[in-house]
């Protein structure tokens, strides 16, 4: 005999009771935030109320802060044990973008150093 609760339909419902999912409040309140911090450095950027040096930081602050704010309203990412898995893939798949990010800026650099036309050797 199944330890599982099976509903009419013959799934299992055992998982409906642990809180995985989150509220319809918790959706939208990531939602409204996730639209404000996509609005701001919009505003910032086509308002030119803050200088191109100022500005670049301030977005890409904005933009950190909205990725936490997916990872906990939508992915449901925190500090339970039982979510350990998913932590260990979310640092696994940091450490590939950023070996990507960086891998990427270092050989753009070393492009324009390298393949510029007058320091190529004539033959």
């Known amino acids: 005999m199944a330890t599982a609760h099976t ?3 013959g799934h299992h419902d055992a998982h ?3 809180g995985a999912h989150g509220s319809v409040k918790s959706y939208v309140i990531g939602f409204v935030l996730s ?3 996509t609005a701001i450095p919009f505003g910032l950027v086509m308002s030119g109320a803050l200088p191109a040096g100022t500005a670049i930081p301030v977005c890409f602050g904005l933009g950190i802060v909205q990725i ?3 990872l906990v309203y939508f992915l449901h990412m925190n500090s339970s044990s039982a979510r350990s898995w998913n932590m260990a893939a979310f640092l696994f798949t940091l450490l590939i973008v950023a070996i990507l990010v960086v891998g990427s800026w270092w050989v753009m650099l070393h492009l324009n150093a390298n393949m510029m036309p007058g320091a190529m050797p004539m033959e």
């Open 7 to 9: 509903t009419a339909h």
């Open 16 to 18: 409906h009771g642990e």
């Open 35 to 37: 639209v404000i911090l």
């Open 68 to 70: 936490l704010v997916h």
